[in-house]
């Protein structure tokens, strides 16, 4: 059986990185400017603390300073809205992350909202996704920004593709159609509440799994040679009682009908901090006036 290339996010990543920690050494050479991005972690969760230790990794080798806001799982949400105001403020700071989910007293749309739209490097900000939308300069969401960056690892152009997005989140689903429609893709969102979900995927040119399902995906949904991006994450029982990772996608089986595919992990996941470094450098050159440093947007 044929195997599809596989689109190698982890290499694709350092790459990008690379790039992003060469022109931050410049900056702090020629300007001294140093980029800083904030995180605010509410509470210990295990899964969102292990995230926000590989984003401080991450800025720490590319050159830019981290900023680790810690909270308690109690705190009020005025006290929160107050802690990222402080950082709304802070001139060393030029993004702004807060971690989510959040404790379910505290409402993330109105967090979210009170995130100045120029420091707002996950592009959640209404602002910003009213920017995307409208095909403006903004932020966009680091995960379908990677998405994006690795499509073009494997074409060229994506006008006239049939692309079918399997999800609709505010995170991932709804800005990766606008993403893909402004490179003049046709797409086709698929939910939970589609039919003949088999059958739209399979006329697709590219197709994007972002459920949240482990092993949603089968052989026989993928159309022969088409570029299969898998977004999601799962932990799922392994062997002598291990868990082990794995995407949306069955990859087995469907990289031997896919032409290209990513892999879970070491696909989609190191982009997405990637990118979330490369908004943070768009971010501190745009708060200055500079011109949008020399990085792949789309």
Not at 272 to 282: G, P, Q, R
Request: glycine share 10%; charged share 20%.
């Amino acid at each position: 059986m044929a195997h599809a290339k596989v689109i190698d996010g982890s290499s694709a990543a350092a790459g990008l990185r690379q790039r992003i920690g060469d022109i931050a050494a410049r900056w702090q050479d020629q300007i001294g400017i140093v980029p800083g991005l904030a995180t605010v972690l509410v509470g210990d969760d295990a899964a969102s603390q292990a995230y926000v230790r590989a984003k401080g990794r991450a800025c720490a080798g590319s050159g830019l300073a981290a900023f680790d806001v810690r909270l308690p799982l109690d705190i009020s949400e005025s006290a929160l809205i107050a802690e990222v105001e402080k950082l709304n403020r802070d001139d060393r700071v030029d993004g702004v992350l807060v971690q989510l989910p959040l404790p379910r007293h505290i409402d993330p749309h109105r967090i979210i909202g009170v995130i100045d739209p120029a420091k707002d490097v996950d592009g959640f900000h209404p602002v910003n996704v009213g920017r995307l939308w409208s095909g403006l300069a903004g932020f966009v969401p680091c995960t379908p920004r990677g998405c994006l960056l690795l499509l073009r690892a494997v074409h060229d152009d994506l006008a006239g593709a049939e692309a079918v997005i399997l999800g609709r989140s505010n995170i991932v689903g709804k800005p990766l159609a606008a993403l893909l429609l402004a490179t003049d893709c046709t797409v086709t969102t698929v939910h939970s509440k589609s039919i003949a979900v088999p059958k739209i995927c399979r006329r697709a040119d590219i197709l994007i799994a972002a459920t949240g399902r482990p092993l949603m995906v089968k052989a026989d949904w993928v159309k022969p040679g088409a570029t299969v991006i898998d977004v999601g994450i799962n932990s799922v029982a392994g062997e002598q009682g291990r868990t082990r990772l794995v995407g949306d996608v069955d990859y087995e089986p469907v990289s031997g009908v896919a032409g290209a595919i990513t892999p879970v992990p070491g696909g989609v996941g190191p982009m997405t901090i990637a990118c979330l470094l490369l908004n943070t450098m768009l971010a501190a050159a745009r708060r200055r006036d500079l011109p949008d440093p020399d990085l792949p947007l789309s």
